[in-house]
């Protein structure tokens, strides 16, 4: 999908390359993440990519295509372009930031709205509430969003990200970042993403780069980064606690099951104790009869006589199946339990993580299982 061919680019004759002789190649629906110290040439490699900066050599090729051979202006169009600062135009509205390049298309305006109402509702964006606020109205967080949703609106097969999620606080950051990975499991886009985070780099790449000096050190899959990594300078990037980290590579759904315990709200307490008889577990999952995760009945409370509903106590806490197991440890640790509940956006239960399944997939991990 995107090739680098020999890529160099020098701003002076004196001064040292700010990238020098990278080779890499992208495949379709790969994200590729380029990291490393300030200075190392990841920005300078991006922004080639969609003609910001033209290379002194070598060659770049989106679908076997040269860019050189195509108008930048129409190259640009075809890419969506986040980056840490976002770039919203603040004399606009919402709507009209994440129309911009729809309109330039001249696509027809019922198109339009129906593609930015879409996006705004994808990025939890209430339409009706926010296509007429200005980005000033917005936290940063929900700017981030409406700029990955203006980089999206033209359904561009490629999208370059320059720290999209830097300039947000980390509690948000995370939320951004698991809300892209679930946007990227469905829509499979081409990603070249820049990041100075080799903990974002592993959770958010299929392919990690990693540069120093302008020159390609290493690039390989996070499983692989952390297992062999090339030299010195990788093993300090990685830092330590190498098993926690490949917990970053691990999604809830990959060691989720089906829990033992469930009853449905409509349910007697007699029916559910009759059913669980001795199962192994503390606490029985309570449904309604479209899986929805509604809480839980604590099984100590077995003894009692009536519905299943009146007994019913709030979950601290739930994941999504594309949560990564190191999160999801984080979660149990929080609140102080041994297992946490999967669910998808309508809150109908997946399945559950227990603090067992994180043992033994780092574990096996380790053992480069």
Avoid at 104 to 114: G, Y
Avoid at 161 to 185: S, Y
Avoid at 196 to 215: R, Y
Avoid at 326 to 352: K, N, P, R, T, W
Wanted: net charge negative; proline share 5%; glycine share 8%.
């Amino acid at each position: 999908m995107i090739v680098l061919e020999n890529l160099k680019k020098k701003y002076s004759e004196t001064d040292r390359p700010a990238v020098n002789n990278l080779n890499l190649k992208i495949g379709e629906g790969e994200t590729c993440v380029l990291v490393g110290p300030s200075g190392c040439g990841k920005t300078t490699t991006l922004k080639m990519v969609n003609r910001l900066i033209e290379p002194t050599e070598g060659t770049i090729y989106i679908n076997d295509k040269d860019i050189r051979e195509e108008d930048p202006i129409t190259l640009r169009r075809g890419i969506g372009y986040v980056i840490q600062e976002i770039g919203l135009f603040p004399h606009m509205t919402i709507y009209e930031n994440i129309a911009t390049v729809p309109r330039e298309l001249n696509w027809e305006e019922n198109k339009i709205k129906d593609k930015v109402f879409a996006l705004m509702e994808l990025m939890d964006l209430d339409p009706d509430i926010y296509s007429k606020r200005r980005p000033g109205n917005l936290s940063g967080g929900q700017r981030q969003r409406v700029g990955v949703a203006r980089a999206m609106a033209a359904d561009p097969p490629v999208m370059l990200m320059d720290e999209p999620f830097g300039a947000v606080d980390p509690i948000t950051r995370g939320r951004l970042q698991d809300e892209f990975l679930n946007m990227q499991e469905k829509f499979q886009k081409t990603i070249v993403f820049v990041t100075h985070d080799i903990n974002e780099a592993l959770k958010m790449g299929t392919k990690i780069a990693v540069m120093k000096d302008g020159k390609l050190v290493q690039y390989s899959t996070p499983d692989e980064l952390l297992s062999q990594p090339e030299n010195e300078f990788v093993e300090d990037l990685i830092g330590g606690d190498s098993t926690l980290k490949r917990l970053n590579l691990i999604a809830a759904r990959e060691k989720m099951k089906d829990p033992l315990l469930t009853a449905f709200d409509d349910e007697t307490v007699e029916e559910v104790r009759e059913r669980v008889g001795t199962k192994p577990g503390n606490r029985i999952f309570v449904i309604d009869k479209n899986n929805h995760l509604l809480g839980y009945f604590p099984k100590v409370e077995l003894k009692r006589e009536g519905q299943v509903k009146e007994f019913i106590q709030p979950l601290k806490t739930t994941i999504a199946d594309f949560t990564r197991l190191s999160e999801a440890l984080s979660e149990m640790l929080d609140v102080g339990e041994s297992s946490v509940c999967v669910v998808d956006e309508d809150d109908v239960l997946q399945g559950i993580v227990e603090l067992q399944d994180i043992i033994e997939a780092a574990k096996s991990r380790d053992k480069g299982e």
